[in-house]
């Protein structure tokens, strides 16, 4: 309780951005169910300051993070060594702003000053990330956006944030995009920035472990001070922290990503993929079209292997994508609906499991608008090889659901043959 009492008293000094959020493990098992003029002199005067700030530009677009390196050894007394680096961008959509990780590096910090050890867990050794992101606003109005990226990775017991004291100030995403400013992004403009995240060394080798680490990208808001106000959905960015690591994200590609594979909860193979299969039904005001689905054979790693403890005889994953077209005058709640498989002759049902997408409250198919969904379904593996992948397999989709769960559709659903 001590320690996070100091915890969060550095955070409040530090000021947003610097925190480190607490988060519960989701232990629920799996169910099988359920610009002046100026004169020559100035611009002679003004000549340094203008080198220097394309200086800094430069080395901020080639993600070059040396010189960040020297002034965290500094700051800390430590000694650095790069563990991995990577400089391929990935990027995500917000309805016309732009997040992008552009870059990032995993240092090895080590016999660091004591004053640093508190978001290290106490210890003098340990890992930072430094992670280059950008955020462009190509809307004709100005946009607000709080860059809370907050990273996590399988069997972690919290969020890691960004440490504001490892890095020049100047540099940080959440001094250029903060509360002084209202987290203003202008029309049209681009801002990029750092990030700092810290572990101590025994938390850097469960990541190491792992190999991956996932990071949150929150949606932008349209109105000042009104969080509530989305432009865009949340998303996420995977980074592999080791060569393992980067063979999982590269072979995690060929999967729809549901949380199984967004949050690397364990090794999918695929069985059976058929994509582009385009049928659709009517539900009320919804197109629901499938576009298709995979069969995978799925193993739980460690971390993640008590929510499967029904399955004693392997797993096998179905993950259906769909495309919803909401012609109706209400919003579609991603996080609501549910849906079925019937196996086996019609004789056994297998529920869809919520808990294995990254539907949150809030994420809605406005009214006029189409987008994307998932559903998933565990299947046990030796019931599946002997029976149930031999026989036609449907699935019954809805009913349309809005918000405050409300039935859209009058409870009709929509039946597809797998």
């Known amino acids: 309780m001590v320690l996070v009492t100091m915890m969060l008293a550095l955070f409040i000094l530090s000021g947003c951005g610097s925190g480190e959020k607490e988060t519960a493990n989701d232990n629920e098992d799996v169910s099988k169910e359920d610009n002046e003029e100026v004169d020559d002199e100035e611009v002679q005067e003004d ?58 590096t995993l240092v090895e910090l080590n016999d660091f000053h004591t004053n640093f050890d508190i978001p290290f867990n106490d210890e003098t050794d340990g890992g930072v990330i430094i992670a280059q992101y950008t955020v462009t606003n190509e809307l004709d109005q100005d946009v607000y956006y709080m860059p809370t990226f907050y990273l996590s990775f399988t ?15 100047e540099e940080q995403l959440p001094e250029k995009l903060s509360p002084s400013n209202d987290y203003t992004l202008k029309a049209g403009e681009s801002v990029t920035g750092y990030y700092a995240y810290p572990f101590g060394k025994s938390h850097l080798q469960q ?28 998303g996420k960015f995977t980074l592999s922290l080791n060569e393992a690591g980067a063979e999982k994200v590269a072979a995690n590609e060929a999967f729809y990503k549901d ?13 059976k993929e058929e994509s582009d299969i385009g049928e659709s039904e009517q539900l009320g005001d919804v197109t629901v079209t499938l576009e298709g689905y995979q069969i995978t054979e ?36 991603l996080s609501s609906m549910s849906s079925k498989l019937i196996v086996n002759d019609g004789s056994q049902y297998i529920l869809d499991q919520g808990m294995l997408l990254n539907y949150r409250y809030g994420d809605l198919i406005e009214a006029g608008e ?44 929509a039946t597809f043959e797998l």
């Open 47 to 104: 000549e340094p300051e203008e080198e220097a700030e394309s200086e800094e530009t430069n080395r901020a677009a080639t993600g070059d993070f040396a010189e960040l390196i020297t002034y965290m050894e500094d700051k800390t007394e430590g000694t650095a060594n790069v563990l991995y680096e990577n400089k391929e961008s990935q990027v995500h959509e917000l309805d016309g702003v732009t997040v992008s990780l552009d870059a990032y």
């Open 155 to 169: 069997g972690a017991d919290k969020a890691y944030n960004n440490y504001k004291e490892l890095l020049p100030e």
């Open 207 to 234: 990541a190491l472990d792992v190999g991956t680490v996932a990071i949150e990208v929150p949606s932008a808001e349209a109105e000042k001070g009104d969080f509530g106000n989305p432009i865009g959905k949340d």
């Open 259 to 271: 949380k199984v594979t967004t949050d690397d909860m364990g090794e999918k193979k695929m069985l």
């Open 298 to 333: 799925f193993t739980p790693n460690e971390i993640e292997a008590p929510r499967f403890t029904d399955f004693n005889n392997g797993i096998v994953l179905l993950t259906a994508k769909f495309e919803l077209d909401n012609k109706g005058s209400e919003p579609i709640n």
């Open 370 to 413: 189409s987008g994307e969904y998932l559903q998933i379904y565990t299947l046990d593996k030796e019931q599946y090889d002997k029976i149930w992948k031999d026989k036609p397999i449907e699935l019954e989709f809805g009913p349309i659901r809005g918000e405050e769960a409300k039935d859209l559709s009058k409870g009709k659903t």
